[in-house]
């Protein structure tokens, strides 16, 4: 009886993902990225899954997932300003080609952290003609890729501007709170913009972008400083998105002092919502930190740390979700994954977070799909190639994929836990 009212749970459309990025994967020598990690001299084609492309799809059919969440490089389709390369584009047509003959509904990333090298050069998003660079590239791939419904413009826009603006530890490596709010204000612009493009071409596509959120908590419960941050983090990291899509208007807040309103043109350009989801985070006040904060992850619960160091938090999926679902749009969790060595941690991570997501639709949430992150172990930003997120193995010297037990039990979640 148990077993057959679990079935009715997850409906016959619920996606059954995996999500992958194209830089991860296969860099790009015309990437930003290709030079801002030394890391990735060695290894400048990761993976290699730009020329072994067929057999990872194959990958897919092999977990039996029913969609695919993958990311198109940039760099490779316009390595220079005014130059499209025919074979990159062919290429990225051929992927959703094979997923669409395998069954396989593509979700399609624009911008996944990564630029060509001459947009982040000479029209960073602090820049306004960084605007016009990124439609034109949507319009051009929105306009020739076909057989693609489910759109993402930008990958965690909030992390762009967090590495990127504020700490400076990704391109283009600034640390600037007035330059970080025009990026913020021109990225937006074009989630607006992008949103209806998408629409003009492709008349019945679902649009969002994949944001991360995170559950916060005060380092000390009883501190009212660290409170007063878990507060600040929550509105700005989880809510401030929220309000942004469904009023026009990003609200800067910060502790002390009067908030600052600044218009941006996505109000309900959003036909879901995506959300990325890894942990929970402590948070103190310390006076001698950037900011005023220190970041911590604590095993609070028994669950344990990632590889990453990461406090795995399975309920805190549960809370984001019910944020999001403020929005009332069909949420997809476009991410959630474990970066470990041991398998056996991974299929534990997977199946209670499946359960949440089990529960949350249970509770009526209106929770379309589930994307694990990752296929094949890949490059992790900043952290080299050994995170471990992949449902299959790579040898990072020979290049060989094996299955990892987590597939074998990622294809037996989605039997079990579907209707098929
Ligand atoms: C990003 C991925 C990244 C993953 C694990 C997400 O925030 O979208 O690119 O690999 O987290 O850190």
């Known amino acids: 009886m148990k077993e057959q009212n679990k079935k009715k749970i997850f409906p016959d459309d619920f996606q059954w993902g995996v999500a992958t990025s194209a830089f991860q994967l296969e860099g790009s020598p015309y990437a930003d990225w290709a030079t ?64 669409r003959s395998y069954h396989i509904e593509p979700m399609v990333t624009l911008h996944h952290f990564t630029h060509p090298r001459w947009f982040m050069e000479r029209h960073p998003w602090h820049r306004t003609a ?6 034109r590239y949507t319009e051009m791939m929105v306009s020739t890729l076909k057989g693609v419904k489910y759109w993402i413009t930008f990958n965690e826009p909030y992390v762009i501007l967090l590495g990127g603006y504020l700490e400076g530890c990704t391109p283009p490596g600034l640390r600037d709170v007035s330059r970080s709010l025009v990026a913020l ?36 419960k009883w501190n009212p400083f660290d409170r007063v941050l ?58 001698f930190k950037k900011m005023g904060v220190e970041l911590r992850h604590m095993d609070i619960d028994g669950h344990g740390l990632t590889n990453l160091g990461w406090e795995i938090h399975p309920r805190g999926l549960e809370k984001v979700l019910r944020y999001a679902s403020r929005l009332n749009l069909p949420l997809i969790i476009t991410e959630n994954g474990i970066a470990s060595h041991d398998t056996e941690e991974k299929v534990k991570y997977m199946k209670k977070h499946v359960d949440v997501v089990e529960k949350c639709l249970r509770d009526g949430l209106d929770v379309k799909g589930y994307y694990y992150w990752t296929l094949i172990d890949n490059y992790e930003w900043l952290q080299g190639l050994d995170a471990r997120f992949g449902l299959y193995r790579v040898d990072f010297a020979t290049l060989e994929r094996t299955p990892t037990y987590a597939a074998t039990y990622y294809a037996y979640l989605i039997q079990s836990r579907s209707n098929m």
């Open 36 to 99: 801002w990690d030394p890391c990735l001299s060695k290894n400048p084609l990761i993976t290699d899954h730009y020329n072994l492309f067929r057999e990872d799809l194959k990958l897919l059919k092999e977990l039996g997932v029913n969609a695919y969440r993958f990311s198109l490089e940039w760099s490779r389709i316009q390595p220079r300003d005014y130059i499209w390369d025919e074979e990159a584009i062919a290429h990225y047509q051929e992927v959703i080609n094979i997923l």
């Open 130 to 135: 960084s605007i016009e660079k990124f439609l």
């Open 185 to 220: 204000k021109n990225i937006f612009t074009c989630h607006g913009k992008a949103y209806d493009i998408i629409h003009q071409y492709v008349p019945d596509a679902q649009v969002s972008v994949a944001h991360n959120m995170s559950v916060f908590a005060p380092w000390k």
């Open 230 to 287: 878990k507060k600040t983090a929550n509105y700005f990291y989880n809510h401030s998105i929220i309000h942004a899509f469904k009023t026009g208007i990003f609200i800067v807040k910060f502790p002390f002092s009067r908030p600052v309103e600044i218009d941006v043109p996505i109000k309900d350009k959003l036909d879901f919502f995506g959300v990325n989801y890894y942990t929970r985070i402590h948070l103190r006040f310390n006076p």
